[in-house]
Nanobody
Framework: QLQAFGGGLVQAGGSLRLSCAAS????????MGWFRQAPGKEREFVVG????????YKPDFLKGRFTISRDNAKNMVYLQMNNLKPEDTAVYFC?????????????????WGQGTQVTVSS
């Protein structure tokens, strides 16, 4: 089970830190990812982190603004979001994949959190 929290309303240029707590699974065995879904749009991959935490991947359009991290001892994964823009407004989901490498497609993720709303005002 995954539970995401930390969303909220923030002005453009502001920051938020999302957290995702995992339970009932061997967290360190899973690649973790964050996805988001804006109103009327499909869910999209945001960023992923491998099991060791030694590497993370960010799509280019988020480069420098979003950073993922994980704490295997606490069964937690985080998403630090800086310099937020109105187009970042979405529901953000954490997800766990049993794949050995980061995957962009949601079909590879077997556990999902319930989502946390991020709203960025202009």
């Amino acid at each position: 089970q995954l539970q995401a929290f930390g969303g909220g309303l923030v002005q453009a240029g502001g920051s938020l830190r999302l957290s995702c707590a995992a339970s009932g699974l061997t967290f360190s065995n899973y690649v973790m990812g964050w996805f988001r879904q804006a109103p009327g749009k499909e869910r999209e991959f945001v960023v992923g982190i491998e099991r060791s935490g030694a590497s993370a991947y960010k799509p280019d359009f988020l480069k420098g603004r979003f950073t993922i991290s994980r704490d295997n001892a606490k069964n937690m994964v985080y998403l630090q979001m800086n310099n937020l823009k109105p187009e970042d407004t979405a529901v953000y989901f954490c997800a766990a994949s049993g794949q050995s490498a980061i995957k962009y497609h949601s079909k590879y993720y077997v556990y999902w959190g319930q989502g946390t709303q991020v709203t960025v005002s202009s």
